[in-house]
C-alpha cells in the first residue's frame, strides 16, 4: 500500500448530526441521521466572501461524502438548526466534505415523524 504523506488527516469526533429534507420551510424527514463530523475553523476568506453575499456562517463541519447532502438542506447539530450555504470536496484522508454552516434564526417547523 503506498504511504500518504501530502495529505491533512482528518477525523470525525466533535459530535453527530442529522441531516434533514426540507420543504416550505417545514422539516419532513431524516435524509441521513446519527453521520459523525468534525468542526472546522471558518477561516477569514470565506467568513468576508459570506458576509459580502449577506451570509453569516456560524459553523463548518467536516463529514464522509455522501451525494445525499445539498445546498440549502437543513442540518441539525445539539438541538440547533443549520442551513447548508456551501459544499466543498477536500483531498484529506479519508476524503471528506467541509461544509459551511449558517445558524437558522427562526426554526423550521419540524413535522417528522
Not at 45 to 70: G, Q
Not at 87 to 97: A, N, R, S
Amino acid at each position: 500500500m503506498p504511504r500518504i504523506t501530502n495529505r491533512k488527516f482528518e477525523t470525525f469526533n466533535s459530535g453527530i448530526l442529522t441531516l434533514c429534507e426540507v420543504k416550505n420551510r417545514t422539516i419532513v424527514s431524516n435524509k441521513l441521521t446519527d453521520i459523525r463530523f468534525g468542526d472546522k475553523t471558518v477561516g477569514a476568506k470565506r467568513f468576508w466572501d459570506a458576509k459580502v453575499s449577506s451570509t453569516v456562517l456560524n459553523k463548518m463541519v467536516a463529514v464522509l461524502p455522501n451525494e445525499l447532502y445539498e445546498q440549502d438542506d437543513v442540518i441539525l447539530i445539539d438541538g440547533r438548526q443549520y442551513r447548508i450555504v456551501q459544499i466543498q470536496v477536500k483531498d484529506t484522508y479519508p476524503p471528506c466534505l467541509y461544509m459551511s454552516l449558517e445558524s437558522i434564526q427562526t426554526p423550521y417547523k419540524d413535522m417528522r415523524t
